[in-house]
């Protein structure tokens, strides 16, 4: 396999960069256009050669934004939500040694380091850019809105030799270990899942109308594409929380019709913590018809029964009863998370009902065996990886998945990679989920 350099990464961001833009963002402005390529190759260059290097001791992790500060709050909405600028009496160069010495005095979460292009004096750095740290809900999952920050080319270093380019929020491409991925990649947006996760779907569509009041003539509608919206963010907290614990883990779901089996002794997996069959097992379940019946209810209100309430309502509806409803649905995802840290498998349905934990998978796939590695999200082009490249706990999830073709994975390992894996046309199929998976 060839390896991947910031050159190559230079090529994808250019390919990419115009493709889904939506033209103009709320602020008015069309996304920056970019400078020369030579330009381009400079600013990605030098941040990679500087993410292999070390401040005393310190590794470094730290966003840098091409812009004027005048980009910056146009609007002037955004200081209220805590982004500003502190510009230098004095630019800065654009090189290694400066973003060498300025990188840890920013907050990776919260900060970025301003750098501008003019013909006369090449690149330089301006000041910095207080962003706050809402935007990590775009990887960690959540509802809260992201400061707004301009359509221009963000560089954010990670590690050594990782770098994800973006665009404004927009995460666009990720260089690491020599390859280079970009979020068409995602399973969560393939059609395989939606369609697997329809009847979950329907059936809260259906629960949702019958919870409705009949007295109660101003209820919006809600947009089909909600709950799937809403269980996305809930797994992007949950497997966020799996990498962040440094210890990995295994969430099993069963399709319906299979819980039954499941929940009691069967050939398949040994559950040393089962939850006693009661409503508490559905704790998503009644938060999400909760949040729908409050969204259909205020949006009714506001905009009337012809309305179709989606996720842009749901993020910015600023009630004290949502804001708990939205706190009680990530700690449940964190809940569900650290279960994992028991040695065993937690088992789920595809709606989410808690079956319980430390589930031991009886048998592995064997060593000499071998799996199919997707390389986009319907599996159509696909390599052949031996089972012998991964552990016990992978070759375990691999091993059920052939045996009961309808079981869905995610597995995350110690070093905070994650994997989804099912049965997928002839075999056993694995999909790499890296952070970007979950723009």
């Known amino acids: ?7 190559d990464l230079v090529f994808e961001l250019l390919a990419l960069w115009r493709l889904g833009s939506p033209g103009l963002d709320s602020g008015g402005a069309g996304y920056k256009r970019l400078p020369d390529v030579s330009v381009v190759e400079e600013l990605v260059s030098t941040c990679y050669q500087v993410s292999q290097m070390q401040e005393e001791a310190r590794g470094l992790r730290f966003r840098i934004m091409l812009c004027e500060p005048e980009d910056i709050d146009a609007d002037g909405c955004g200081e209220s939500k805590g982004l500003f600028t502190l510009v230098f009496s004095k630019p800065r160069p654009y090189n290694e040694y400066e973003l060498l010495k300025l990188g840890p005095s920013t907050d990776y979460n919260n900060s970025l380091i301003g750098i ?14 207080h962003s706050g740290s809402k935007w990590m809900h775009v990887i960690h999952g959540g509802s809260k809105q992201a400061t707004p920050l301009p359509s221009a080319l963000g560089i954010n270093v990670v590690g050594s030799g990782r770098l994800i380019v973006c665009r404004g929020q ?8 020599g390859n280079i991925t970009a979020p068409a990649m995602n399973v969560f947006q393939s059609q395989w899942v939606a369609k697997r996760f329809g009847q979950v ?3 809260l569509a259906m629960l949702h109308e019958q919870n409705q009041d009949p007295g109660q003539k101003k209820w919006a ?9 809403l269980y996305l963010q809930f797994f992007k907290h949950v497997i966020s929380t799996m990498r962040r614990s440094g210890h990995g883990g295994t969430i099993i779901s069963f399709p319906a019709g299979m819980e039954a089996m499941v929940a009691h002794d069967n050939p398949y997996i040994d559950l040393k913590y089962r939850f006693a069959e009661d409503g508490a097992r559905n704790q998503l379940r009644k938060i999400v018809l909760q949040i ?5 209810k205020n949006c009714g ?3 009337g029964p012809d309305y179709n309430a989606g996720w842009k309502d749901y993020v910015s509806l600023q009630t004290e009863e949502m804001a708990q409803l939205d706190e009680r649905i990530f700690k449940f995802a964190r809940f569900i998370a650290r279960l994992t840290g028991v040695d065993g498998a937690v088992v789920t349905t595809e709606g989410l009902e808690l079956i319980g934990f430390g589930g031991i998978i009886q048998g592995t796939m064997e060593m000499g065996g071998s799996v199919a590695l997707a390389l986009d999200p319907e599996a159509t082009r696909r390599q052949v990886e031996l089972v012998e490249s991964v552990g016990t706990r992978h070759r375990s999830l ?6 009961l073709r309808d079981v869905l994975g995610i597995i995350v390992s110690q070093d905070a990679k994650a994997r989804v894996v099912t049965w997928s046309r002839d075999m056993v199929t694995c999909w790499d989920v890296i952070p970007i998976d979950f723009t």
Not at 170 to 177: H, P
């Open 1 to 7: 396999m060839l390896h991947k350099y910031p050159k």
């Open 116 to 129: 501008r292009y003019r013909i006369s004096e090449g690149l330089q750095i301006w000041g910095l850019i």
């Open 170 to 177: 927009d995460i666009l491409a990720q260089l690491s270990g």
């Open 201 to 203: 779907r329907d059936e």
């Open 221 to 229: 509608r809600i947009d089909p594409s909600f709950v799937p919206s």
């Open 292 to 296: 729908m019946e409050v969204l259909a």
């Open 301 to 303: 209100r506001l905009y």
């Open 398 to 403: 691999y091993y059920l998945c052939h045996k």
